[in-house]
């Protein structure tokens, strides 16, 4: 059974930081690209930031330069560091893990950025 479970969530006033982690089990993680994907109510879920199982990385234009996206195949595990954070940020966060033609999504978690 594969499950992919977030926590790091919370709230936080503009400016601050918060540390997102994907916890994998059921997969072979170090084949899985990961990303985190984010969706604002009444909003479609967007793609924030991406990283190949070779450690490549992208990112949406809007967190570049603030957001950094890494992974530990030891502790089949993907974060994303979330710095200088702004009210447009808020959202629910999704991870995912993609592997040919597999994917797999996370629960989310709510990320909250106001004073």
């Known amino acids: 059974q594969v499950q992919l479970v977030e926590s790091g969530g919370g709230l936080v006033q503009p400016g601050g930081s918060l540390r997102l982690s994907c916890a994998a089990s059921?997969?072979?993680?170090?084949?899985?690209?990961m990303a985190w994907y984010r969706q604002a109510p009444g909003k479609q879920r967007d793609l924030v930031a991406a990283i190949t199982s070779a450690g490549s990385t992208n990112y949406a234009d809007s967190v570049k330069g603030r957001f950094t996206i890494s992974r530990d195949n030891a502790q089949n595990t993907v974060y994303l560091q979330m710095d200088s954070l702004k009210p447009e940020d808020t959202a629910v966060y999704y991870c995912?893990?993609?592997?040919?033609?597999?994917?797999?999504w996370g629960q989310g978690t709510q990320v909250t950025v106001s004073s």
């Open positions: 995912k893990a993609e592997w040919r033609y597999s994917f797999h």
């Open positions: 059921g997969i072979n993680f170090r084949l899985y690209a």
